[in-house]
């Protein structure tokens, strides 16, 4: 049980030395190859980009009420405020609105305040710092008042929200904005299909490749500018031919270039690099030279995959595609595009996450296997009418992980 009583503690944002603070706790945890130093320079370097300027990205600590700046916090996470787009099938006319979701992030409580309710209190108020007040039930009086949220924070106005598990399925589902278990963030379309490259029949990748073009970071994010009027289409017709009210976070305004900036290391003068120049690929239809035009063309759907890198382990690493748009004609072309990619730059595994149905029928044609994610398990908390189980999360890719 807590040592702290519920109601004697409030959820804040963090002050620049409690920011530090939740930093130094969980750099042990996620900095992997990177030095202590070095984690919380990625993350100061991290701070002046797009996705988290102008207070995109808070962090927030659980801290008694009466000592809310103190660096002897219970627990921090973090909120990134996202655009995303919404479609309601009983509304055709509205088409792909714009809203307002947030990502949560870095939920992390030290070793020795562990098992005390902290984390699962800190969870159950973030509804009340991210959904507009009118969109939940009554504030349960055992946990005092509701968390004050400064205006120029921009929140309080979530349509949704999403974050990725760690720690399985239950421990977000079971938080939701009252003491009662459950109401939490419902796990979602956290699938895989994934190549590994010792399994690959010797033989099954080489070959000509259909024509495409590499691309840079910038490359990247301007064919997911060009791609969001297609992903907003997309997004209208499933919702209308399946009923269900559909959502998608949009990769744009730096956040699918978050999880490539995510694989930043530091050379010995101190420089930041990233581990490889190419972050995505764009094939192109016969007597199509460039990427306008490969997105102008009215005729044939774009193909393409952006990707990040992950580590499986110690030695060997994961290309993670953070956006893929292919077709059931186009996508085995994609595929060895990939594969060959990985076996140049000895990368071990491709994994792409959140791919429809019909396209993980054809990837397992050329010999991918799909299956359910047992890390990073995206869930989805709605703050509308609708229960979770009935949202269709469309484009449920890496892009949008953080
Ligand atoms: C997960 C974490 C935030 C929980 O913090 P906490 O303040 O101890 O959480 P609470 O006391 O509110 O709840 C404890 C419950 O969380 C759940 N939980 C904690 N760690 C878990 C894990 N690794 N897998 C599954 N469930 C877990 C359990 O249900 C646990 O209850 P139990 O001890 O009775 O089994 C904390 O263990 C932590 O910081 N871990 C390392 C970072 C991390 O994995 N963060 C989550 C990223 S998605």
Redesign the pocket.
Same mark, same amino acid.
Request: a positive charge; hydrophobic letters at 25%; one cysteine or more.
């Given at each position: 049980m807590a040592a702290v009583p519920l109601s004697e503690l409030s959820l804040y944002p963090a002050t620049p030395d409690q920011v530090l603070e939740s930093r130094r706790r $969980?750099a042990h945890?996620w900095r992997r190859k990177l030095s202590f130093e070095d984690y919380l320079l990625r993350d100061q370097i991290m701070d002046a980009q797009e996705q988290s300027v102008d207070k995109k990205m808070t962090t927030w600590v659980l801290a008694p009420r009466t000592d809310p700046t103190t660096l002897d916090f219970m627990?921090s996470c973090e909120i990134f405020r996202r655009i995303a787009i919404s479609a309601d099938p009983s509304d055709p006319a509205a088409g792909a609105k714009q809203v307002i979701t947030c990502a949560i992030a870095s *939920? @992390?409580?030290p070793p020795e305040?562990?098992?005390? /309710?902290?984390?699962? $209190?800190m969870m159950r108020l973030l509804h009340w710092v991210v959904a507009p007040r009118s969109a939940l039930p009554d504030f349960p009086e055992a946990w005092g008042s509701p968390p004050e949220v400064p205006e120029e924070l921009g929140l309080q106005k979530a349509q949704f929200s999403v974050?990725?598990? #760690? *720690? /399985?399925k #239950? @421990?977000y589902q079971l938080c939701g904005p009252t003491a009662k278990p459950g109401g939490g963030w419902l796990a979602s379309g956290a699938v895989e299909t994934s190549w590994y490259a010792d399994k690959a029949a010797t033989g099954s990748t080489p070959g000509a490749t259909s024509p495409h073009i590499w691309l840079t970071e910038d490359d990247a994010k301007h064919v997911w500018s060009l791609d969001v009027p297609f992903m907003r289409a997309d997004v209208v017709e499933a919702a209308m031919t399946s009923g269900h009210t559909t959502i998608s976070l949009l990769p744009t305004k730096g956040v699918g270039a978050y999880v490539i900036q995510r694989t930043m290391s530091f050379a010995a003068d101190g420089t930041s690099v990233l581990p490889l120049d190419t972050w995505g690929v764009l094939l192109l239809p016969s007597s199509v030279v460039g990427v306008d035009e490969v997105f102008a063309d009215l005729e044939t759907q774009p193909t393409y995959a952006t990707w990040t890198l992950d580590s499986l382990n110690e030695t060997s690493r994961a290309l993670v595609t953070t956006r893929v748009r292919a077709s059931k004609e186009t996508l085995p072309a994609l595929l060895k595009v990939l594969t060959q990619f990985a076996l140049k730059e000895n990368i071990q595994k491709v994994e792409m996450w959140g791919l429809p149905e019909g396209l993980q029928a054809v990837a397992s044609e050329s010999g991918w296997k799909t299956s359910e994610r047992t890390d990073h398990v995206s869930a989805c908390k709605w703050y509308g009418k609708e229960n979770e189980s009935q949202l269709k999360w469309m484009f449920n890719e890496k892009f949008s992980w953080c």
């Open positions: $969980h945890q627990c *939920v @992390f409580t305040k562990r098992k005390k /309710g902290y984390a699962q $209190h974050l990725y598990s #760690d *720690v /399985g #239950d @421990f």
